[in-house]
């Protein structure tokens, strides 16, 4: 029961940081000094994509389901399992890819956007 507990906790966690690679950049618009970490998760999540390491999580869930006794994640991993023909069809993955990167962009330029009129608001007040 433990392992299950571990596996769907591994899971979870694997879930979160894939939504926060698509939509961190938005949580910097509350909390601008974060940019940076969203733009590391981003440029990890564009390699994984392109050059398709395997993510630490994997292995960690995978061993976990396996101790607790069900069925590993498939060979292609996290995505494959959970995402592909689930969430959407497998042959759509690269217009997926395309839509997280533009999602990432409009946050990234929005962000510019309101640190711009942040600056801007804070130079005419100033006396």
């Not at 101790?67 to 217009?95: C, I, M, R």
């Amino acid at each position: 029961m433990v392992y299950r507990i571990l596996a769907d906790i591994t899971m979870t966690v694997h879930f979160l940081f894939l939504a926060y690679v698509v939509v961190g950049g938005f949580l910097a618009w509350r909390w601008p000094r974060t940019w940076f970490i969203h733009a590391g998760v981003a440029v990890y999540g564009t390699f994984n994509g392109i050059i398709k390491f395997v993510c630490p999580l994997t292995p960690v869930e995978n061993h976990f389901r396996l101790k607790a006794g069900q069925s590993g994640l498939k060979p292609a991993g996290f995505v494959d399992t959970y995402l592909n023909d689930v969430v959407y069809p497998a042959e759509h993955w690269p217009e997926v890819q395309l839509i997280a990167a533009a999602v990432v962009a409009v946050s990234w330029i929005g962000l510019a956007v309101l640190v711009r009129r942040r600056r801007l608001a804070n130079a005419d007040a100033a006396p």
